[in-house]
């Protein structure tokens, strides 16, 4: 018997703009927590929507992790299991899995329609009517592909926020897996991705903590049992309590990189501004870690 293997986490930016103070808030969590469980970390490329992302800012990302001292155990090839762009087999192999369960059906439905048909619930979510399931929408149409989800709860425990539960099929109905402009989405990518990649330590913004009933439900019929362990982490917010974003004026690192600022600065300030620091002095990588490695994890 050899000794257990140690659990893997991962970072995964999409590459559809350049970093910003928030995005390193977030490294501060995931490589925090890896630490404090022993995790290997991959870096993972979220370049689902091809639409939206550019090379230019995955390398970017790279150069910011690395200016920033985040060191990661994979390495980027091309092409790269750790890119979405180079892993459509994957992605088909889980298609052909759920629709020989008879899970998956065309959906030719389009936004507007959904938003016409379906009112906004709570969250501002608008749930899935199931409007084509029995439609047999043909093939040559434009068409996106949905999986049938069952009502039920998806129970977890999140290591910040404690007991949750939730009811995908109540909140978002049958799920998209793929669009009509045939780009897997961010859930079905990202499920499975978790799975190949045996990635069993979670760690994502509170945002995101409404769809992770739905990745949660998607893995276990994948054929993943047990749901891997979940952090939710604080987001950085601005005066009006948004989000930061590239929207709500977060300079690209790139930028304060220009304007001479240290990455102990840049560290410093992110943890202040998550809440992780009492104030925004600079910090060295490795006491900024130490902070979320006793943060409120530990009272759990
Ligand atoms: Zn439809």
Aim: proline share 8%; hydrophobic share 35%.
């Amino acid at each position: 018997m050899g000794a257990p293997s140690p659990p893997v986490t991962r970072y995964a930016p999409s590459p559809t703009g350049p970093l910003h103070l928030g995005h390193v808030a977030h490294m501060l969590y995931v490589w925090g927590l890896a630490r404090r469980f022993g995790a290997r970390i991959l870096l993972r490329i979220e370049d689902h929507d091809s639409g939206r992302c550019r090379p230019e800012y995955e390398a970017g990302a790279v150069e910011d992790l690395d200016w920033l001292g985040f060191h990661y155990d994979n390495v980027l090839h091309h092409p790269s299991p750790y890119r979405q762009s180079d892993s459509a087999a994957a992605y088909y192999e889980a298609l052909e899995k759920l629709s020989r369960a008879g899970l998956v059906y065309r959906c030719d439905c389009s936004r507007k329609r959904i938003a016409e048909t379906a009112p906004l619930g709570p969250g501002g979510e608008r749930r899935y009517s199931g409007f084509c399931r029995d439609r047999q929408v043909p093939a040559d149409r434009p068409h996106g592909l949905r999986v049938r989800l069952e009502p039920g709860e998806e129970r977890f425990v999140d290591g910040f926020l404690g007991p949750q539960s939730q009811d995908p099929e109540s909140q978002c109905g049958d799920l998209l897996i793929r669009d009509r402009a045939e780009d897997w989405t961010y859930q079905f990518a990202v499920v499975v991705d978790d799975l190949r990649h045996g990635v069993d330590l979670i760690v994502r913004g509170e945002d995101l903590l409404p769809s992770t009933g739905r990745q949660i439900r998607l893995a276990r019929l994948l054929g993943r049992p047990d749901p891997p362990r979940f952090f939710h982490h604080p987001l950085i917010v601005d005066e009006r309590g948004m989000k930061l974003s590239k929207k709500t004026a977060a300079g690209p690192l790139a930028d304060e990189r220009k304007r001479g600022r240290s990455p102990q600065e840049i560290l410093g300030e992110a943890a202040f501004r998550v809440g992780l620091a009492p104030t925004a002095a600079p910090l060295e990588l490795d006491a900024a870690l130490a902070l979320v490695e006793l943060s409120r994890a530990d009272a759990r």
